[in-house]
């Protein structure tokens, strides 16, 4: 069992900056996959950002060059560094972990295999 607690949601303006932290407990070394998913109202829930076991990033088209996803090695911690915001990036931001392979890499649309979700963070962002 995974237990995971998004922080660091909140309002920023366009083009500043937003951290945010998921806090992993239990099970964290079996977690071969972790990370960032978002969704707004009315919309699938979509990937943003992963790391696999190996440390290798990955993301989203939308977010590329802007945001940045790190982990501490023991994978109690999975952050997500989002920079040069957009309004679009207005969602609920979700911590993932026990990624499918498919999900590890963003390879589809929607998530198809996830073990375990985090409450999830909102983040606003205003023009």
């Known amino acids: 069992q995974v237990h995971l607690v998004e922080s660091g949601g909140g309002s920023g303006q366009a083009g500043g900056s937003l951290r945010l932290s998921c806090t992993a407990s239990g099970d964290t070394y079996s977690s071969s996959c972790m990370g960032w998913f978002r969704q707004v109202p009315g919309k699938e829930r979509e990937g943003v950002a992963t790391m696999d076991s190996d440390g290798r990033a990955t993301y989203a088209d939308s977010v590329k060059g802007r945001f940045t996803v790190s982990q501490d090695n023991q994978k109690n911690f999975l952050y997500l560094q989002m920079n040069n915001l957009k309004p679009e990036d207005t969602a609920m931001y979700y911590c993932?972990?026990?990624?499918?392979?498919?999900?590890?890499?963003?390879?589809?649309?929607?998530?198809?295999?996830?073990?375990?979700w985090g409450q999830g963070t909102q983040v606003t962002v205003s023009s």
């Open positions: 993932a972990a026990d990624l499918g392979t498919l999900d590890c890499y963003l390879k589809s649309n929607v998530p198809l295999e996830i073990g375990y």
